[in-house]
């Protein structure tokens, strides 16, 4: 199979260096009235350049390296009839395009662009509406995912899509796209070296950004906002997550960042904004979270289950109604040089470092934890005079987990 | 009743104290604002003010006027005048001039601030209205007590120990009930008890209406579909309502009955 795949790209080099690349160009008055005959006709490393119009089709294969660009946007409505495009070979690139309407399936995945064993494709400057999958990339490699917009109109997990959905895929770069209204924004699901940089992922359903069983990731200055939940990374290594925002993701529900069965991964330089609950930490272990910023979060850091080796340095937590919630006695984690907006110590030799241990878990947030039915009491009188007094001496919150040096200024 | 309850207001202007008050709350609204900016943010730390300063001011406030003009209440009584338009008038009068103070000082800097360019003036509304009706809430219960207890300070302890029954050790007993019995469904028990302490539901009213509502998770979704809609939010303006009339109601049958 490899080799005929070699032999293939060989034949296809000689045509390219035999006959230069023709342009075809698709409107209503030109040789190719439809972008499946372009398509047909065109030969390997042609260009197709699809002019202003609409154009009702479905299920294109591309199975030959082709270019194929809008000129001034063209619209391709598949009519709500199944998949749109679908790349089944190398080398591709497209770009320039609104594609709308693709179908909705209970038993079929359809999308918008579809990327079938695929290497160096290009998809850039598309805008997807009324989808169901947007760009899904199906064991593709080295390819770029441009400038997209993907804008849905998901309401129910069940039958909504993914904006970009990634599937054993690996060196993939998936940058400056923006995402709305669709199940997850972007879903990794086995897909390891991938790059997601610069995406502005909202209002979706689910989750903003979601990775199952992905390793070795990196995404940075990337936005999620007001989200089912921000970004769930689960059962994955060496993720790392850097400059981020996550923001507004409100609810019930909901949380800034969700990790679960996560291991050696990096957390700095995010913001998490006003989110029900900042982090969510559910079985991580050998994390480094630093240098984060945590302003006005329901929870800032909630962490449950087993989680060892972590390490928070240099965050800030700003007016959290709570910074901690712990679900257990025992620490094996390391707080150290954070500023925490609640802390009341002094600094007497002016080092900056509070000289006074800060211990981040409130005994309501230990309540809270017991017996979920006490949150009622939020903010009455009563627990912040409780809380006072825990804080004077502590009793049920755990002896160990303390920052031993608190910042006396906020990390700039 | 309307003549009374003009010469107390014009008595509690006299006397000062109501300036106090409203120097008080209006110093407090300046300061939080020149401090945060946010009003959104203003409107939760007020909370946290409202719903136990405003009672403890209440029922103290209530209970020094009503032994004070003791002897102005002597008088009136020898005049043909009804006695439940004599204690009406003198109960409006206080928590009437209390609900004023708080208002006026609350809602000049507010308004200074720019509170109708804001999203949050519906929040704020709320948040003077039961303001104003923890006031009269807690007049009328410190009235009860003034009239059933002839010994000023024993009068006083009461008072001081209903203000703290209410605002801290309620809430004790009910974190209590909640940890002892956590093996049982709790939604009903809790919005019951809720509803069975002004103070308590004052706080969760108002909390419903913040967007920290989110935090409360299942407990508050629960709490969110009671209270959250129209006949909720009828339902716990009543309840509050029935708070006012009752010692009202007590106060006037006593005084026809008791023996000055």
């Not at chain 2, 029922?59 to 204690?87: C, H, V, W």
Request: charged share 20%; hydrophobic share 45%.
């Amino acid at each position: 199979m490899n080799h005929i795949t070699l032999l293939f790209l060989f034949l296809g080099v000689l045509w390219h260096g035999a006959r230069p690349p023709a342009v075809l160009e698709v409107c209503d008055s030109c040789t190719y009235k439809t972008v499946t005959d372009a398509i047909d006709s065109a030969q390997a490393y042609d260009t197709i350049l699809i002019k202003a119009g609409t154009y009702k089709e479905f299920d294109l294969k591309i199975r030959k390296p082709l270019t194929i660009l809008g000129q001034d946007l063209p619209t391709i409505d598949g009519q709500n009839q199944g998949e749109i495009l679908t790349i089944q070979s190398d080398e591709v690139t497209i770009g320039g395009i609104r594609i709308i309407n693709v179908g909705t399936s209970y038993t079929k995945d359809f999308a918008a662009i579809r990327v079938v064993k695929s290497k160096d494709f290009i998809i850039r400057d598309m805008v997807l509406e009324h989808l169901f999958f947007g760009i899904y990339l199906e064991k593709a490699t080295r390819g770029k995912v441009l400038n997209n917009i993907v804008k849905g109109d998901a309401e129910e997990e069940f039958n909504s899509g993914n904006g970009i959905q990634l599937w054993h895929c690996t060196f993939i770069e998936v940058i400056h796209n923006h995402i709305e209204k669709v199940r997850d924004g972007i879903y990794l699901e086995f897909s390891d070296n991938i790059n997601i940089t610069g995406n502005t992922s909202k209002n979706n359903v689910r989750y903003g950004l979601h990775f199952m069983f992905s390793n070795n990731d990196i995404y940075q200055g990337n936005s999620f906002v007001n989200n089912g939940a921000g970004v769930a990374v689960m059962f994955s290594k060496k993720i790392i997550m850097k400059r981020n925002v996550f923001k507004e993701n409100w609810g019930t529900a909901a949380f800034g960042l969700l990790l679960k069965e996560i291991n050696d991964s990096e957390i700095l330089d995010n913001h998490f904004l006003e989110n029900t609950i900042g982090i969510q930490v559910e079985g991580a272990n050998r994390v480094s979270y630093s240098n984060n910023l945590f302003r006005r979060n329901g929870w800032a850091v909630k962490v449950r289950g087993a989680c060892y080796g972590n390490t928070f340095s240099g965050n800030s937590f700003i007016n959290n109604s709570f910074d901690l919630s712990y679900n257990s006695n025992i620490n094996d984690n390391v707080f150290k040089r954070n500023y925490w907006s609640e802390y009341t110590g002094y600094d007497l030799d002016k080092n900056g470092i509070g000289d006074v241990p800060y211990r981040p878990v409130k005994l309501f947030s230990y309540i809270v934890n017991r017996t979920p039915e006490t949150i009622v009491l939020l903010r009455s009188f009563f627990m912040d005079l409780i809380d006072f007094s825990e804080k004077v001496s502590p009793a049920f919150t755990p002896d160990n987990l303390v920052d031993a040096y608190p910042l006396m200024k906020q990390k700039l | 009743m309307f003549k009374i309850l003009k010469y107390s207001v014009y008595d509690l202007m006299r006397s000062r104290w109501s300036y106090v008050y409203l120097l008080f709350y209006l110093m407090l609204g300046f300061v939080l604002l020149f401090l945060n900016n946010d009003l959104s943010k203003a409107v939760i730390t007020l909370m946290n003010i409202i719903v136990v300063l405003v009672p403890l001011i209440g029922t103290i406030f209530g209970i020094m006027y009503y032994y004070n003009s003791k002897e102005f209440t002597d008088l009136l009584l020898a005049q043909p005048i009804r006695r439940s338009s004599i204690f009406l008038g003198l109960y409006l009068g206080v928590a009437g001039s209390l609900s004023l103070s708080l208002i006026i000082g609350l809602g000049l800097p507010f308004l200074i601030y720019g509170l109708f360019k804001s999203g949050v003036i519906w929040d704020f509304s709320l948040l003077l209205l039961i303001g104003t009706s923890l006031s009269f809430i807690f007049t009328a219960l410190s009235f009860n007590i003034a009239i059933s207890q002839d010994n000023k300070i024993k009068g006083f302890g009461y008072t001081v120990l209903l203000w703290l029954f209410m605002a801290v050790i309620y809430d004790g007993l009910f974190l209590l009930s909640l940890i002892v019995f956590e093996e049982y469904p709790l939604d009903r028990f809790s919005i019951i008890a809720t509803m069975l302490n002004p103070i308590d539901l004052s706080r969760i009213l108002i909390l419903l209406k913040l967007d920290i509502a989110a935090l409360l998770g299942y407990t508050g979704a629960v709490f969110q579909k009671f209270f959250g809609t129209q006949s909720g939010l009828i339902i716990a303006l009543c309840v509050l309502m029935l708070w006012t009339v009752f010692p009202v109601w007590r106060l006037l049958h006593r005084a026809e009955r008791k023996d000055f």
